[in-house]
T-cell receptor, first 113, second 109 residues
Framework: IAGITQAPTSQILAAGRRMTLRCTQD?????MYWYRQDLGLGLRLIHY???????GKGEVPDGYSVSRANTDDFPLTLASAVPSQTSVYFC????????????FGEGSRLTVL | GQNIDQPTEMTATEGAIVQINCTYQ??????LFWYQQHAGEAPTFLSY????GLEEKGRFSSFLSRSKGYSYLLLKELQMKDSASYLC??????????FGAGTTVTVRA
């Protein structure tokens, strides 16, 4: 059972470079989310998608873009990386109904130099 | 938006009980969640409250008072493996989840 798969697991990136973090889920969940986690600040929502074809901005969307072409994939793109985007990025998904709990991927650790 | 507060750190002894408090202010409440996160790992779901009262699940219980904007997570019979960060999260009417900064619990022998 894969659940949610993120790639890469870890990446060091030069400032100004473009980077896409990949996220794929096999649970057929409607909703998907991208969070960043920084020490002392907790998890902050970057972008989300309630269903394929739609996206929305979270708490900290600037410098990031997402797309949701199908149910399974939700890539996060940094168009021109800056050092303040150094963080651990978590992708998550949830199903409609019930508790709607989030299931998280294992995270992608990104360092921008 | 959401404003979620929880203590930064707590320490307790193996076998004891620890209560982690969470207060929140929200423009549209649609459920409160607790997650556990071990160092270097992804958060995992612990509990969910949408109505006032206590939800019990084994050694873990979670309480909610919507009128007070208050929840707590109760961990009983603490084990060393319970050393982790515990995240309080509030869902809004658009089904977006906002997290507190987390409470690091250290269990000592």
């Amino acid at each position: 059972i894969a659940g949610i798969t993120q790639a890469p697991t870890s990446q060091i990136l030069a400032a100004g470079r473009r980077m896409t973090l990949r996220c794929t889920q096999d649970m057929r969940h409607n909703a998907m989310y991208w969070y960043r986690q920084d020490l002392g600040l907790g998890l902050r929502l970057i972008h989300y998608s309630n269903t394929a074809g739609t996206t929305g901005k979270g708490e900290v969307p600037d410098g990031y873009s997402v797309s949701r072409a199908n149910t399974d994939d939700f890539p996060l793109t940094l168009a021109s990386a800056v050092p303040s985007q150094t963080s651990v990025y978590f992708c998550a998904s949830s199903a409609s109904g019930d508790t709607g709990e989030l299931f998280f991927g294992e995270g992608s650790r990104l360092t921008v130099l | 938006g959401q404003n979620i507060d929880q203590p930064t750190e707590m320490t307790a002894t193996e076998g004891a009980i620890v209560q982690i408090n969470c207060t929140y202010q929200t423009s549209g409440f649609n459920g409160l969640f607790w997650y556990q996160q071990h160092a270097g790992e992804a958060p995992t779901f612990l509990s969910y409250n949408v109505l006032d009262g206590l939800e019990e699940k084994g050694r873990f219980s979670s309480f909610l008072s919507r009128s007070k904007g208050y929840s707590y997570l109760l961990l009983k019979e603490l084990q060393m493996k319970d050393s982790a960060s515990y995240l309080c999260a509030v869902r809004d009417k658009d089904y977006k989840l906002s997290f507190g900064a987390g409470t690091t619990v250290t269990v000592r022998a």
